[in-house]
């Protein structure tokens, strides 16, 4: 029978969390990571070596899962493989609601002993209904609370995209460089060999939490290919689902089956299943942060039509260049359209094609800027806008006079609020690199997406858009 969501919604929201295990040698990793929990956490440690330092650190220690004087949600497991089958029942006698098996060497191995003592924790959990999650990975991160697995991932926030990845360095990837981009987690699961949970349970989670808005996820395989797509059809159904691959090549898919025991899959099969399933197929981490990205920041799109603004005729050309390869038009604006331009902007130095090179000295002069996005807005050949904020230009400036950006990104703001089309910006990297770094942050603050090149901007806002029937954008622009 299959783990009620009841019981995973406990596990993925604890009040008490035991660690199980953690060791000196490892910097007391978990017990460290675990410190912006918001419940109560509790070590099981059995070495008298290992207790002193625990003790340290302020967190209780016991003897066994079972002494602990109140109900455990959540265990993490960090003993030897041939361990964890005791550990297991532990967490079954003392009625714990799911166990994390950070432990690996089991099926991923192909070893005999590691295939047996993995059939043998999944029987006990599955006997003793227990969530496990593993075994072979990181387990689960929850901001709001603070359940952590590094610690450096968030704490303290509330996000609104469920990550579910079968490997644990990428969930840590997603969290930590997701967050620099704004995309913070509602709850992410790493899953590693899957084998009382797997990724179709962990969909289904996502799919009736209310506090996750965007599904994200890295899988190798699936134990039960039949369910992953009933379930994978049904979430996409509610929310925006972008899945990667990996194992996408025969060399990936030969190093899936060592990292976590996975079946490969042929990749146009794949991409079939994917896009009947009205999901979203992405091929890296960096291009699944963009489009969630995109996801959170825009608004739905009507048309792949794009009104382009760049600050030099090179940039123009380049920004042009991106996305067109990615399937948009850059189509002349509407006769209108020119005869008011006409009536304000500078042709020295500049052009008002599109797309429209601004020749850097409308960024300082907010009037024009307003009323040229006012343009973009109501112009009827215009789908969507992207702009390049030029670091490279201003970011000395805004340096020395940050209401200059302030001012910037008030303008940005009002088109957004004022406009229903889909509006993206780039911020390439700059010489200036913490300047550049400090602007990116303030736009993403705002509510603003930004984007590292012209080529992420537009293939971002052109996958997103592919998800949209499923969104409701919250008033994002």
Same mark, same amino acid.
């Given at each position: 029978?299959?783990?009620?969501l009841?019981?995973?919604?406990?596990?993925l929201?604890?009040?008490?969390?035991?660690?199980?295990?953690?060791?000196?040698?490892?910097?007391?990793?978990?017990?460290?990571?675990?410190k912006?929990?918001?419940?109560?956490?509790?070590?099981?440690?059995?070495? =008298?070596?290992?207790?002193? @330092?625990?003790?340290a650190?302020g967190?209780?220690?016991?003897?066994?899962l079972?002494?602990?004087?109140?109900?455990?949600d959540?265990?993490?497991?960090?003993?030897?493989?041939?361990?964890?089958?005791?550990?297991?029942?532990?967490?079954?006698a003392?009625?714990?609601?799911?166990?994390?098996?950070f432990?690996?060497?089991?099926?991923?191995? $192909? &070893?005999?002993?590691?295939?047996? !003592?993995? &059939?043998?924790?999944?029987a006990?959990?599955?006997? $003793?209904?227990?969530?496990l999650?593993? =075994?072979n990975?990181?387990g689960?991160?929850?901001?709001?609370?603070g *359940?952590?697995?590094?610690?450096?991932?968030?704490? @303290?926030?509330?996000?609104?995209? @469920?990550f579910?990845?079968?490997?644990?360095?990428h $969930?840590?990837?997603?969290?930590?460089?997701?967050?620099?981009r704004?995309?913070?987690?509602?709850?992410?699961i790493?899953?590693?060999?899957?084998?009382?949970?797997?990724?179709?349970?962990?969909?289904?989670?996502?799919?009736a939490?209310?506090?996750?808005?965007?599904?994200?996820?890295?899988?190798?395989?699936?134990r039960?290919?039949?369910?992953?797509?009933?379930?994978?059809?049904?979430?996409?159904?509610?929310?925006?689902?972008v899945?990667?691959?990996?194992?996408?090549?025969?060399?990936?898919?030969t +190093?899936?089956?060592?990292?976590?025991a996975?079946?490969a899959?042929?990749?146009?099969?794949?991409?079939?299943?994917?896009?009947? +399933?009205?999901?979203?197929?992405?091929?890296?981490?960096d291009?699944?942060?963009?489009? *969630?990205?995109?996801?959170?920041?825009?608004? /739905? $799109?009507?048309?792949?039509?794009?009104?382009?603004?760049?600050?030099?005729?090179g940039q123009?050309v380049?920004?042009?260049?991106?996305?067109?390869?990615?399937?948009?038009?850059? /189509?002349?604006?509407?006769e209108?359209?020119?005869?008011?331009?006409?009536?304000?902007?500078?042709?020295?130095?500049g052009?008002?094609?599109?797309?429209?090179?601004?020749?850097?000295?409308?960024?300082?002069d907010?009037?024009?800027?307003?009323?040229?996005?006012?343009?973009?807005?109501?112009?009827?050949n215009?789908?969507?806008?992207?702009?390049?904020?030029?670091?490279?230009? +201003?970011?000395?400036?805004?340096?020395?006079?940050?209401?200059?950006?302030?001012a910037?990104?008030?303008?940005?703001?009002?088109?957004?609020?004022?406009?229903?089309? /889909?509006?993206?910006?780039?911020?390439?990297?700059?010489?200036?690199?913490?300047?550049?770094?400090?602007?990116?942050?303030?736009?993403?603050?705002?509510?603003? /997406?930004?984007?590292?090149?012209?080529?992420?901007?537009?293939?971002?806002?052109?996958?997103?858009?592919?998800?949209? =029937?499923? !969104?409701?954008?919250g008033?994002?622009?």
């Open positions: 029978m299959p783990i009620s009841d019981r995973l919604d406990r596990v929201n604890p009040s008490a969390v035991a660690v199980v295990g953690d060791k000196r040698a490892s910097g007391y990793m978990w017990l460290n990571s675990l912006t929990f918001e419940g109560n956490l509790y070590s099981v440690q059995v070495d =008298p070596r290992e207790v002193k @330092g625990i003790e650190l967190v209780p220690n016991f003897a066994s079972t002494e602990i004087p109140e109900p455990i959540y265990v993490v497991c960090a003993v030897p493989r041939k361990i964890a089958p005791i550990i297991v029942r532990d967490c079954i003392a009625g714990v609601g799911g166990v994390t098996l432990t690996s060497g089991f099926a991923e191995t $192909g &070893e005999d002993e590691g295939v047996a !003592l993995q &059939e043998e924790i999944g006990l959990a599955r006997e $003793g209904d227990l969530a999650i593993g =075994p990975c990181m689960l991160h929850n901001p709001r609370l *359940v952590r697995f590094h610690r450096d991932q968030p704490h @303290g926030q509330t996000g609104d995209v @469920g579910i990845s079968q490997s644990g360095t $969930g840590m990837h997603f969290s930590l460089v997701g967050a620099t704004g995309v913070v987690c509602s709850a992410l790493s899953f590693g060999n899957g084998i009382v949970l797997e990724a179709a349970d962990y969909l289904d989670y996502m799919a939490d209310a506090g996750t808005r965007i599904i994200a996820m890295y899988i190798e395989g699936a039960d290919g039949r369910r992953f797509v009933r379930s994978l059809r049904a979430a996409a159904a509610r929310k925006p689902v899945i990667w691959k990996g194992g996408q090549t025969r060399a990936g898919s +190093a899936a089956r060592s990292h976590t996975a079946l899959t042929d990749q146009a099969v794949w991409e079939a299943i994917v896009r009947q +399933a009205g999901a979203l197929s992405v091929e890296s981490l291009e699944m942060i963009d489009v *969630v990205h995109a996801l959170q920041r825009t608004k /739905p $799109g009507r048309g792949r039509r794009v009104a382009l603004m760049a600050m030099t005729g123009s380049a920004l042009a260049d991106a996305f067109a390869r990615a399937g948009w038009e850059v /189509p002349r604006f509407a209108s359209t020119y005869a008011q331009l006409g009536e304000f902007f500078n042709v020295i130095g052009s008002y094609q599109n797309p429209l090179d601004m020749a850097g000295t409308i960024m300082t907010r009037a024009a800027l307003d009323r040229l996005l006012d343009l973009m807005a109501d112009d009827p215009v789908d969507a806008v992207a702009m390049e904020v030029s670091a490279t230009f +201003a970011a000395q400036r805004w340096e020395r006079d940050p209401e200059e950006l302030a910037l990104i008030r303008s940005l703001q009002r088109f957004r609020e004022r406009s229903d089309k /889909p509006f993206v910006t780039a911020l390439h990297p700059s010489y200036v690199e913490a300047a550049a770094l400090k602007a990116r942050d303030a736009l993403q603050e705002a509510g603003l /997406p930004v984007f590292p090149s012209f080529e992420r901007a537009a293939n971002a806002l052109g996958k997103s858009a592919a998800l949209r =029937p499923s !969104l409701n954008p008033g994002a622009g």
